[in-house]
């Protein structure tokens, strides 16, 4: 069957820390994948997207990674923020189909 | 960026009563919108693609005749809750593409929670 699993529900770090969020899945041949931010009560918001044929993409403190042959993509917070606290979804996109989305990880970042 | 609008961002409504959920592209025009119900700490569920000027496109197990949607310009799509019982409370969200695009980032909506009593 398809999954998408984001490794953990919940992710603590301290400030200035790097904070990583993973995202596996299971019987997708996504032609891109997506990552969003949403805050409690709102609607998500686009942060990056990465290409099959990309490695890394990068935009400002973030950072996104595709392997395509471990089915996975890793989300990277440098110098994190409390204000980077939030709920982290990654969305995969099969090209002409619906995003279909993780759980998403719900990121508190402590000062 | 383009910008979408939802409306009403909360409604509390009587059990059996019909709610209206408006979607709005504000400065550019969508061909497809998607729905998607969200519960707490749950992940995005897509109910269905909307379609300008056709039907709608539903999920497995989504009721069409139960949620309702219309797409009747390429900037206003409405989903209406017929006969809302409490379990149909919930936060619903709306997203949109560019037109013209078929990948590439969704443009969401702030949501409408659903509070039925």
């Known amino acids: 069957s398809q999954k998408i699993e984001q490794n953990s529900e919940a992710l603590n770090i301290q400030e200035g820390k790097t904070a990583t969020l993973t995202c596996n899945y299971t019987?997708?041949?996504?032609?891109?994948l997506q990552w969003y931010r949403q805050d409690p009560g709102r609607g998500p918001v686009f942060l990056l997207l990465?290409?099959?044929?990309?490695k890394e993409k990068r935009k400002e403190r973030l950072k996104v990674t595709f392997d395509t042959t471990l089915k996975q993509s890793l989300f990277h917070i440098t110098a994190s923020q409390p204000a980077d606290s939030a709920t982290y979804l990654c969305?995969?996109?099969?090209?002409?189909?619906?995003?279909?989305f993780g759980k998403g990880t719900r990121l508190s970042v402590i000062a | 960026g383009a910008v979408v609008s939802q409306h009403p961002s909360r409604v509390i409504c009587k059990s059996g009563t019909s709610v209206k959920i408006e979607c709005r592209s504000l400065?550019?025009?969508?061909?497809?919108m998607f729905w998607y119900r969200q519960f707490p700490k749950k992940s995005l569920m897509l109910m269905a693609t909307?379609?300008?000027?056709?039907?709608?496109?539903?999920e497995q197990g989504v009721e069409k005749d139960k949620f309702l949607i219309n797409h009747a310009s390429l900037t206003l799509s409405t989903l209406t809750v017929t006969s809302a019982h409490p379990e149909d409370s919930s936060f619903y969200i709306c997203?949109?593409?560019?037109?013209?695009?078929?990948?590439?980032?969704?443009?969401f909506g702030e949501g409408s929670r659903l509070t039925v009593l």
């Open positions: 990465i290409r099959e044929n990309e």
């Open positions: 997203s949109a593409r560019r037109q013209g695009e078929d990948t590439g980032e969704l443009f």
């Open positions: 969305a995969l996109d099969e090209g002409n189909t619906p995003l279909v």
């Open positions: 909307s379609n300008e000027g056709s039907k709608a496109t539903y």
């Open positions: 400065d550019f025009q969508a061909t497809t």
């Open positions: 019987n997708y041949s996504p032609a891109y």
